[in-house]
Structures are given as C-alpha cells and as structure tokens.
C-alpha cells in the first residue's frame, strides 16, 4: 500500500507574488474541500465499430468549498473580489502543504462563481464557494503542479 494522504493535510493556496515566482497563501478557513476534474466527452461511432464510442475533449477544473466566514481576512477577502470584480486568481489545489516538496495538485487561474453564505442557526457564518478555471490573462493555462 503506498502512502496514504489525509484530507485535512491537503491545501488550497492563493498566489500572492508572480505567475514565474509564486509565493503560495493557505487559505487557511477552508473546510471541506472537492477537486472536480472531468472531460466533456465527443461522440466518435462509426458503424465499423458496432460499439458506441466516445473520445474526450475539453478538460474541466471546478473546485468547490465551504470556507468560515472572516472579512479581516486576506485570502477570504480575494475571494470576494474575485466573485463581485469576476478577477482571476491564482490558486493551486494541493494533496500537501505547498512547502512540503512532493505535494502535487493542480494549478490554474479561476474566478469565484458562486460565494453562498450560509447561516445555520446553531453555527458560524460560512461561504459555499465555487471556483471555475477561467481565461488566463498572461496566457498560463491550468497545469499539474508538483511541489
């Protein structure tokens, strides 16, 4: 069995430097997390086959998460501008934490599409927040990332 990696060690981080020199921020109030990754699929039959077939075609990256609700906070506070300002960010989603070599994720720039607040009356104000891979102002697409 190889080395098991915990949820609660994986991170998202926020690029607070340059695209060639990035200086990785934890977004620290993150609680649960989900990396979707997926392929819009093209129909590719041919009665040759006599099987329906399918090739992959566009890749997809959406991140979704629940993050405590804290306005002093930076990375909390990117994340707001990104959904009211739809900016990019740049943001790596990582199984370790970014200064541990070997941790490997992916990284991309998205835009914040949805920031629900959520008001549980026996809990903490939080965010559902839903990050798309949007159109890279310097031309960096989404890429893996090993650490």
Do not use: H
């Amino acid at each position: 069995m190889g080395a098991i990696k915990l949820g609660r060690n994986a991170t998202i981080n926020r690029n607070t430097g340059t695209y060639g020199s990035p200086v990785w921020s934890n977004i620290s109030l993150t609680k649960d997390l989900t990396l979707n990754l997926d392929k819009t699929e093209a129909d590719a039959s041919a009665r040759v086959s006599g099987w329906t077939l399918t090739v992959g075609t566009m890749k997809n990256a959406t991140i979704e998460f629940e993050i405590i609700e804290d306005t002093t906070d930076a990375n909390w506070t990117a994340l707001k501008n990104s959904f009211i300002n739809g900016t990019e960010i740049d943001v790596a989603v990582l199984n370790g934490p970014s200064a541990t070599v070997g941790s490997n994720g992916i990284r991309a720039y998205m835009e914040v599409m949805t920031f629900n607040r959520n008001e549980q009356l026996n809990g903490i104000i939080t965010r559902n927040v839903t990050l798309k891979a949007c159109w890279p102002t310097d031309g960096n697409y989404p890429v893996e990332l090993t650490i």
